[in-house]
């Protein structure tokens, strides 16, 4: 387990290799993160390094409270790690700290919410006939026996809400990391939509 940063997606576009091929890249911006606690197995019984970012005008009384002498950061996350001895409160982490070309990451989001979908969408079932007189075209069939058991078994796939979860994308290759612009072009899609909020870590 290893440190990541905190950052946002900022959409998609593509990049051309020395070799002229492109490649399709997702923005992920990452302001620099703050450490704002260290996570001690005699302490807190696990090894965590917890990060923020996002510095905000107003803040809760606790969240004050639990940063104390530090900025307003508004947006707190933990990352497990095998050794927390090299961080300590206070310290800033930036891109270049933690990401280079050529690195592959996991990057954890919250999917799109798709609201309540069929099953044809939500589990790539097929449809039905779609001949004159069949009434069966985007229905689910059968959901399971009769009278033994008698009922539907747990975990049927059936319609329901799709989406808004957390996904995790993993072993995505870093295509370039711009820490001037505290930026990181990470290959292919991501979860999310723009502007969602993103944990980049190494894979």
Do not use: C, W
């Amino acid at each position: 387990m290893s440190i990541g940063l905190i950052g946002r997606k900022a959409g998609m576009t593509q990049v051309f290799q020395e070799d002229g091929t492109m490649v399709a890249v997702s923005v992920v911006e990452v302001a620099p993160n703050r450490v704002t606690r260290v996570r001690t197995p005699e302490r807190d019984g696990y090894a965590a390094v917890q990060l923020g970012t996002n510095e905000r005008a107003r803040l809760t009384k606790p969240q004050l409270g639990q940063l104390k002498d530090l900025p307003k950061l508004g947006t707190l996350r933990e990352f497990r790690v095998d050794d927390p001895s090299g961080f300590e409160v206070g310290q800033t982490l930036a891109i270049g700290d933690v990401f280079a070309a050529g690195d592959l990451v996991d990057v954890t989001g919250v999917s799109k919410g798709k609201g309540f979908a069929g099953h044809v969408k939500r589990h790539n079932f097929h449809r039905g006939p779609t001949t004159h007189g069949s009434d069966h075209h985007r229905e689910p069939g059968s959901i399971g026996p009769g009278t033994t058991p008698g009922r539907v078994y747990k975990g049927l796939r059936m319609a329901g809400h799709m989406g808004d979860e957390q996904v995790t994308t993993k072993k995505v290759r870093v295509v370039k990391a711009d820490a001037a612009n505290n930026v990181l072009l990470v290959a292919g899609s991501l979860p999310g939509g723009r502007g969602s909020l993103v944990l980049v870590r190494k894979a």
